[in-house]
């Protein structure tokens, strides 16, 4: 690396620095209109995983059968539904979070990545308050606690840096495309049926699956359902191929910010 991309790099990263109140803000703000003027309030990060989990266990553990691997199919399903439901919640927020923005942008200067990745970490305290009724669901269908909870909080970071590398992208794109924001939802329903959250990774043909783990959601879900389950081990190799993939992403991901975040103040 030359010395003037380092002064570069440097700059880059200082500029943020500098605007770090103002991403702490942002992601305050998110998460307070996240349960502002709402009947239920922090209910709502328990309800809908919660319900999906009892969907998947009627219609894909009773009526269909699929394997959940010895595991009682309500752990099964939530112990991946905590992670999905953060990527599902926070991934259209992040998108979105320039166009919902734009006030904000076409009036002051800060860097504009504070934006989606302020969204991304929005999206934490529901996992959290999910991640929670997981423990009771556990101790209820008779499962001890183990030590590999611990790392949940250490799995959610490569999680947040996948939400913010795709959001990054979208958002940008959908400053000059705004139909881009409907491609979102068909994005997640797509995310949704190739990550093992209703079935397992070995449910699926062995010529598929190393195609399936280019996915990173494949190695972080089974990874997060590895640490909750006793007896079970994280594939180390199979979490290193989505934290390289996510690397990729955020690396792609911030070079295309860069290039087109100097034109948004002009087409939002």
Do not use: C, H
């Amino acid at each position: 690396m030359t010395e003037a991309l380092r002064t570069m790099r440097g700059e880059w990263l200082l500029e943020y620095f500098r605007y770090r109140e103002l991403f702490y803000f942002l992601v305050w703000r998110d998460v307070k209109i996240r349960y502002k003027q709402t009947v239920l309030g922090a209910a709502w990060a328990v309800i809908q995983p919660f319900f999906m989990m009892i969907v998947f266990t009627l219609f894909f553990g009773r009526m269909a059968g699929i394997d959940s691997e010895g595991v009682p199919y309500p752990v099964f399903s939530y112990s991946a539904l905590v992670p999905w439901t953060y990527f599902q919640q926070a991934m259209p927020l992040s998108g979105n979070s320039l166009l919902a923005n734009s006030r904000l942008i076409s009036k002051v200067y800060f860097p504009r990545a504070i934006i989606p990745a302020a969204a991304a970490l929005g999206g934490v305290v529901d996992f959290f308050i999910a991640a929670v009724v997981l423990v009771a669901i556990m101790l209820y269908y008779g499962f001890p606690l183990g030590w590999g909870l611990l790392l949940w909080p250490v799995l959610l970071v490569p999680t947040v840096a996948f939400v913010v590398a795709v959001g990054m992208i979208f958002s940008a794109l959908n400053v000059k495309y705004r139909d881009i924001k409907y491609t979102i939802p068909f994005f997640i329903q797509a995310m949704l049926f190739v990550s093992p959250v209703i079935y397992p990774t070995s449910a699926v043909p062995e010529q598929y699956q190393t195609l399936l783990r280019l996915n990173p959601m494949v190695g972080l879900i089974n990874a997060f359902r590895a640490a909750a389950l006793p007896g079970r081990t994280i594939d180390l190799g199979e979490l290193g191929v989505s934290i390289a993939v996510i690397t990729g992403l955020l690396i792609v991901a911030t070079i295309y910010f860069r290039k087109t975040e100097r034109a948004f103040a002009d087409l939002i």
